[in-house]
């Protein structure tokens, strides 16, 4: 069992920066690929960022591509969402999830989750 826990989330202006962190216990996630989701009020969960288990590849949705940036630090068992230029359309809360082996846009695909950590950005 992988437990997850995020952080760092909260409330922001239009244009801020967060961070968030999302730190696990239980095993090492060295062999985990990782993603970020998302899920709005009244919308679907969806994908945000993904990362290989080593960090070398990254995937992002286009709406917050060039925006933020996803990373991770295996040694510190944490993967951590930069977010920049935020934008009210960001407002969601914010899950981290583990799966063996390869990242997927498929939130289906994720084994382990986190509790969520809300986001809102006003404008």
């Known amino acids: 069992q992988v437990q997850l826990v995020e952080s760092g989330g909260g409330l922001v202006q239009a244009g801020d920066s967060l961070r968030l962190s999302c730190a696990a216990s239980?095993?090492?996630?060295?062999?985990?690929?990782l993603g970020w989701f998302r899920q709005a009020p009244g919308k679907e969960r969806e994908f945000v960022a993904g990362?290989?288990?080593?960090?070398?590849?990254?995937d992002y949705t286009t709406s917050v591509k060039g925006r933020f940036t996803i990373s991770r630090d295996n040694a510190k068992n944490t993967v951590y969402l930069q977010m920049n230029s935020l934008k009210p359309e960001d407002t969601a809360v914010y899950y981290c999830?583990?799966?063996?082996?390869?990242?997927?846009?498929?939130?289906?695909?994720?084994?382990?989750w986190g509790q969520g950590t809300q986001v809102t950005v006003s404008s």
């Open positions: 990362i290989s288990r080593s960090g070398s590849t990254t």
């Open positions: 999830a583990a799966k063996l082996w390869a990242y997927s846009k498929n939130d289906e695909a994720y084994e382990f």
């Open positions: 239980g095993r090492t996630l060295i062999t985990y690929a």
